[in-house]
């Protein structure tokens, strides 16, 4: 007997089977259906049935979910009336009030345990064991044990022409700012600028990193231009193919490129010129960091709450969406165990996580 011919014999008997049970009244005494068939389809019977559970369990269970890439929970911090930039450094998570504060909040109590005057409205920044703001004039570098003013640096070019900075990157004892028509060289020893570089990049460049003596500038006009980390001498350039709206940075070794509207986020090797892969994460792309095995995308949907995804930043893959109690982002920090959320409404949603 074939397959088929068996499979076919079987059905009949079920369903005569089940029209003798019909006939005996809804009220009836139940009774095995498989009284009907013959010992070796009973037999066949039973096993069928003892699969389609097996496999209906199976399919109600589904995949495994990867239990160590969700968060254990999501904390409101209410620090301020709004908020700035947030950074993670030296032991702590620094917020920034806009209406003239540094906040210092103890990464383990959750507690603000301090604040020094600064700008309103201040950019914030870190490295060479200093927190960096700024205001229209000067870039001010304060000590984060005690909240002293370290050094003020003017942001001029040794000409004494007036430098607009866009971001910072820092090699060594020097910080570069990339500014619209080139980048200018800080000198992180004597607190000052004390070489301008200027780069024809058709307008506002994109963003830029180091890589060990390399200082890598991505341009407007696709070309991602290699520079002297220590003197920002020209070493080169490449043209990419990286779609042209895209910004350019790196976060604990991650150079990552990013277009916030259509929610495209891409890692970069920047010695190659090429993406190492590419994910959309369905919203808009408010601020992202990396840290650890991992990297942290702030995206808002446009509808509903804010999330928080994380992938794995050797693959792309989604781990987890965490969703946020608050709209917006300023910007994101890592600590303790926690990604620190800055929102304008001046809370900070901290996200613990679990290791994987």
Not at 111 to 129: F, I, K, N, Q, W
Request: no cysteine; net charge positive.
């Amino acid at each position: 007997m074939t397959t088929p011919d068996f499979q076919t014999q079987l059905r009949i008997q079920l369903r005569d089977a089940a029209r003798r049970e019909e006939r005996r009244g809804a009220l009836a005494p139940p009774t095995g259906w498989w009284r009907g068939l013959s010992p070796a389809l009973a037999s066949a019977a039973v096993a069928l049935i003892a699969i389609a559970l097996v496999l209906a369990g199976l399919a109600l269970r589904g995949t495994a979910p990867d239990r160590t890439a969700t968060p254990q929970k999501v904390e409101r911090l209410p620090v301020a009336g709004s908020l700035g930039p947030v950074l993670a450094a030296y032991g702590a998570v620094w917020a920034v009030d806009p209406n003239g504060r540094l906040l210092r909040v103890d990464a383990r109590t959750h507690e603000v345990v301090g604040s020094v005057d600064v700008p309103g409205r201040t950019d914030l920044g870190m490295g060479a064991g200093t927190l960096w703001v700024n205001d229209e004039q000067n870039l001010i570098r304060i000590d984060p044990k005690n909240g002293t003013v370290k050094g003020r640096i003017p942001l001029r070019t040794p000409q004494g022409d007036q430098f607009v900075s866009g971001t910072g990157v820092v090699a060594g004892d020097k910080l570069w700012l990339l500014g619209i028509d080139g980048v200018l060289r800080i000198n992180l020893n004597r607190n000052v600028a004390d070489r301008f570089v200027p780069v024809d990049t058709a307008g506002v460049n994109r963003g830029g990193l180091v890589h060990g003596d390399t200082l890598w500038v991505l341009a407007r006009n696709d070309q991602l231009l290699r520079l002297d980390a220590r003197t920002g001498a020209r070493r080169g350039s490449m043209r990419v193919t990286w779609p042209p709206d895209a910004g350019l940075a790196e976060d604990h070794g991650v150079a990552l490129t990013w277009r916030s509207f259509q929610g495209r986020v891409a890692r970069v090797d920047v010695e190659r010129g090429r993406e190492l892969w590419a994910r959309n994460v369905g919203g808009t792309i408010g601020y992202w960091i990396a840290t650890g095995p991992d990297v942290w995308v702030h995206v808002s949907k446009g509808h509903g709450r804010d999330h928080l995804v994380r992938l794995d930043a050797r693959t792309g893959r989604v781990l987890a969406s965490i969703e946020l109690p608050d709209f917006g982002v300023t910007t994101m920090g890592a600590a303790n165990g926690r990604i620190w959320v800055g929102t304008p409404n001046g809370t900070i949603d901290v996200v613990k996580i679990a290791p994987r």
